[in-house]
């Protein structure tokens, strides 16, 4: 009956008869280089996952016993997670068997993990292969096995999970609005190509022509709603035949907008639009710190005045307070992630803290300066939770350093200007406080 055990790294081997391998039974070292060798972006990406979030939880390895006298174990499922380890571990075993850009990097995340090793796994251990032929199975042959493997979340799903404590993003509020209509199925909402949805509704021109507004990241119907819903289904039904390619650009998306038929436009109502000149002139009547009606479209707001010192993120914060969300949200969203991350070596170099170094790891770095800003009584208790959050390993909220990761690292991760304005409004007391003199 298979059980959980830690076992110590050493003792877990590679799989020789593993599927992935051309040919079986060539020994470890060979299996170990024949594996890497196989899309070795995907391994690094893997292990550079593992040295920010650990071992998955989710999913332990399974292991047989070797049955020789140091009581060694086969790794029947997980040996990518295991050469991840190894690679980590020791990455000059990976010399010819990857290019150098790989192994460069496998060299710059070994240098992290030595600082806190993995020295024992978490696994399954079972008896023998047959024990573990079922659940191998699932894991890995194609389709969703009529349920009985894991059934993928479509991009909506994805959104609503993140979102699960925070605020809905735009496009999953509209499909929310449609669903709870009795204009969309849950059978047909899960086939809407969401990240197109996404996309349009990102576009300030769609948004007006169908009569809908994002404020604050809250979707406010400005129209009839009814219309707004007549129009909203259109788009959900052009998506059926629409590609990603010919809404892809801003532009395009602003085409589409204009292309729409006059009998979907939506007017604004004259509650609405009493409503949005009442905003206006309250707005006016605000301290200057008050936030604006409608959602700014530069990153840093132009109320913010940052201390910053260092030229080069000197230049890359006035870049960010020029480059258009709507228009670049790739190149801020980089940005961003560049510019947090320089800020907090820059506080880390110029304070000395104790116990942390410009190498760490981003959450350890984010943790630590946080803390010792909240020491000298720089940021209170209530700007630090936003902060403490985005560097938590399990977290999916805006901030994160989950997402900022993956605007670099992952090309199915699309930044929008709500997800980065809620990234700049989190850290904001933050980063003030990290240039305050």
Known sequence: MAEISSLPLPDLLIDAENPRLPQPNVGQRQAMRSLAADEPPKLVALARDILAHGM??????????????????????????????????????????????????????????QDDPIEAVQCVV?????????????????????????????????????????????????????????HLTPAKRRKVKATSLKRLLGTPEVRTKVGIESEDGQLKVVGDEKRVIRALLHIVNDLEHLKV????????????????????IVSPT???????????????????????????????????VLNVTEPRL????????????????????????????????????????????????FHKKLTAVCNDLVTRKKLTGQQAKPVRRAAAKDSFLAPSIDMMHGYIHCPYIFPTSTDLRAHWDGLEPFILAVWAP
């Not at 047959?130 to 096995?145: F, Y």
């Open 245 to 264: 390619s010919q809404i892809y650009t801003q532009q395009q998306r602003i085409d589409y907008a204009n292309n729409l038929p006059a009998n979907l």
């Open 270 to 304: 004259p509650a609405a639009s009493a409503s949005s000149s009442a905003g206006k002139r309250t707005a006016h009547s605000r301290a200057s710190s008050a936030r604006p009606t409608s959602p700014r479209d530069k990153l840093i707001p132009s109320r913010c």
């Open 314 to 361: 000197q230049a890359i914060a006035r870049e960010l307070k020029k480059l258009s969300l709507s228009q670049h949200p790739n190149a801020v969203s980089v940005l961003l992630r560049v510019f947090v991350e320089l800020s907090v070596d820059t506080y880390i170099h110029a304070k000395k803290l104790p116990g942390i170094t410009e190498a760490e790891a």
């Open 56 to 113: 998955n939880i989710a999913e332990f390895p399974i292991v047989m016993p070797l049955e020789d006298d140091l009581k060694r174990y086969i790794v029947l499922e997980g040996n990518r997670r295991l050469l991840a380890l190894k690679g980590l571990e020791n990455p000059e075993w990976l010399v010819g068997a990857v290019p150098i850009s790989e192994l460069d990097e496998m060299r710059r995340l070994s240098k992290q993990y």
């Open 126 to 182: 079972v008896g023998t292969r047959e024990e573990a032929r079922h659940w191998i199975l699932i894991r890995h042959t194609g389709g969703q096995n009529n349920g009985a493997s894991v059934v993928p979340w479509t991009s909506d799903d994805a959104a609503r999970f993140r979102a699960r404590t925070g605020n809905f993003e735009l496009h999953t509020q509209a499909l929310n609005l449609l669903e709870g209509a009795g």
